[in-house]
């Protein structure tokens, strides 16, 4: 946001420059209904909280919000799971270079009508990283009240704002290739909530691209695509439990599974389980984001994320705001993928198909 002078004000409100003055310094000779829209365009101008922001020492004006938008408003879950904490923790260390500092914030409720700022009251940042699945209404909304924002695994189309991302596409397309390489050609494919004002779309803009690798998969390797093979859910334990058990039910036959994330892989297994299949004997299964290293068993097959890397270069790309003319940047973080003992070969009577790697991908092979 540009600089507002008493000019400007004067100019907003249809007054003079003295009277901009005397009401600004509280002074008694001016009338009400000239001190009214004096008032009115401090407040819709924005100009008393950026000649707040002037007076701030340095140390404030350093300070770095780390926001984190989730989706759902639930108390009993925490708000700064380890996905988003590795990243925090990335930002934290790059920060600290500087001497700037970083505080942690949550918004809930974003995607249901609840706005910024009633989260945040008149307590607005200056710089502040936006992490995770926020709607264009927040970050616009942020962008309005004079926010310089950096925005963290997400993208919001018709935005001009830096970003960084993990390498979703990329990442993902190595799982399904993994699993091609394997011999699997029935891949269920469990995604994340759709949007509400476009039913066939991701609601989250790193979901959509993993999505979308899932599909460019089938399509690359001639392997014919089962509408019915894909389903979405809140991309939780449970939900995605629910919703392998409901392929199962139906009649769906797969022979490997590829959720969107870890948290989902981990339900997909016990789900599996509860219908008295073994993992990966009779279905193998991969994630997303590797949270859980080895702490599951079977050890996921998924994609490790260096949410350090995250934090970091989104902390740079909220430097480069203030010194760059150059436009937004969109940097891109390179993903690596995990083999695990949650996927194997399927069956007898399964269509073995050559194993093909993309070469910009480690493969990084865990027995464990």
Same mark, same amino acid.
């Given at each position: 946001?540009?600089?507002?002078?008493?000019?400007?004000?004067?100019?907003?409100?249809?007054?003079?420059?003295?009277?901009?003055?005397?009401?600004?310094?509280?002074?008694?000779?001016?009338?009400?209904?000239?001190?009214?829209?004096?008032?009115?365009?401090?407040?819709?101008?924005?100009?008393?909280?950026?000649?707040?922001?002037?007076?701030?020492?340095?140390?404030? =004006?350093?300070?770095?919000?780390?926001?984190?938008?989730?989706?759902?408003?639930?108390?009993?879950?925490?708000?700064?799971?380890?996905?988003?904490?590795?990243?925090?923790?990335?930002?934290?260390?790059?920060?600290?270079?500087?001497?700037?500092?970083?505080?942690?914030?949550?918004?809930?409720?974003?995607?249901?009508?609840?706005?910024?700022?009633?989260?945040?009251?008149?307590?607005?940042?200056?710089?502040?990283?936006?992490?995770?699945?926020?709607?264009?209404?927040?970050?616009?909304?942020?962008?309005?009240?004079?926010?310089?924002?950096?925005?963290?695994?997400?993208?919001?189309?018709?935005?001009?704002?830096?970003?960084?991302?993990?390498?979703?596409?990329?990442?993902?397309?190595?799982?399904?290739?993994?699993?091609?390489?394997?011999?699997?050609?029935?891949?269920?494919?469990?995604?994340?909530?759709?949007?509400?004002?476009?039913?066939?779309?991701?609601?989250?803009?790193?979901?959509?691209?993993?999505?979308?690798?899932?599909?460019?998969?089938?399509?690359?390797?001639?392997?014919?695509?089962?509408?019915?093979?894909?389903?979405?859910?809140?991309?939780?334990?449970?939900?995605?439990?629910?919703?392998?058990?409901?392929?199962?039910?139906?009649?769906?036959?797969?022979?490997?599974?590829?959720?969107?994330?870890?948290?989902?892989?981990?339900?997909?297994? =016990?789900?599996?389980?509860?219908?008295?299949?073994?993992?990966?004997?009779?279905?193998?299964?991969?994630?997303?984001?590797?949270?859980?290293?080895?702490?599951?068993?079977?050890?996921?097959?998924?994609?490790?994320?260096?949410?350090?890397?995250?934090?970091?270069?989104?902390?740079?790309?909220?430097?480069?705001?203030?010194?760059?003319?150059?436009?937004?940047?969109?940097?891109?973080?390179?993903?690596?993928?995990?083999?695990?003992?949650?996927?194997?070969?399927?069956?007898?009577?399964?269509?073995?198909?050559?194993?093909?790697?993309?070469?910009?991908?480690?493969?990084?092979?865990?027995?464990?």
């Amino acid at each position: 946001m540009n600089k507002i002078t008493i000019r400007d004000l004067a100019e907003h409100a249809g007054v003079s420059v003295g009277t901009v003055s005397r009401v600004l310094n509280d002074q008694d000779n001016v009338a009400a209904e000239l001190r009214a829209r004096v008032l009115l365009a401090v407040k819709e101008t924005g100009y008393e909280r950026l000649r707040a922001r002037a007076a701030r020492p340095r140390a404030a =004006r350093e300070e770095i919000t780390f926001f984190v938008a989730l989706r759902e408003v639930d108390e009993d879950r925490p708000s700064l799971d380890y996905f988003w904490a590795g990243i925090l923790h990335g930002a934290e260390q790059r920060a600290r270079r500087s001497g700037a500092r970083v505080s942690y914030r949550a918004l809930h409720g974003l995607d249901h009508g609840t706005t910024v700022s009633e989260q945040l009251g008149g307590d607005i940042p200056e710089r502040a990283l936006l992490v995770g699945p926020a709607p264009a209404s927040a970050v616009t909304e942020l962008r309005a009240l004079g926010v310089s924002l950096v925005l963290v695994d997400n993208a919001v189309e018709g935005q001009a704002l830096p970003t960084v991302n993990s390498d979703n596409f990329g990442g993902s397309l190595a799982v399904m290739e993994h699993l091609i390489g394997l011999g699997h050609t029935r891949i269920a494919y469990v995604g994340g909530p759709l949007a509400e004002d476009l039913p066939d779309a991701d609601a989250i803009h790193s979901v959509g691209l993993r999505t979308a690798a899932y599909h460019y998969a089938l399509e690359r390797r001639r392997i014919a695509a089962d509408p019915a093979l894909v389903t979405h859910c809140d991309l939780t334990p449970d939900g995605a439990s629910a919703a392998v058990q409901a392929l199962v039910d139906d009649g769906r036959a797969f022979t490997a599974v590829f959720c969107a994330n870890d948290p989902a892989a981990t339900g997909a297994v =016990r789900g599996l389980r509860e219908r008295g299949l073994r993992v990966p004997d009779d279905v193998s299964v991969a994630g997303f984001d590797d949270q859980f290293g080895d702490h599951v068993d079977p050890r996921l097959t998924t994609v490790r994320v260096n949410r350090a890397a995250l934090g970091a270069l989104a902390v740079d790309a909220l430097a480069d705001l203030g010194r760059s003319s150059e436009p937004p940047s969109s940097r891109v973080v390179s993903v690596e993928l995990v083999v695990g003992r949650s996927t194997a070969a399927p069956g007898a009577g399964s269509t073995a198909l050559s194993a093909a790697s993309p070469s910009d991908h480690r493969i990084i092979t865990k027995e464990s």
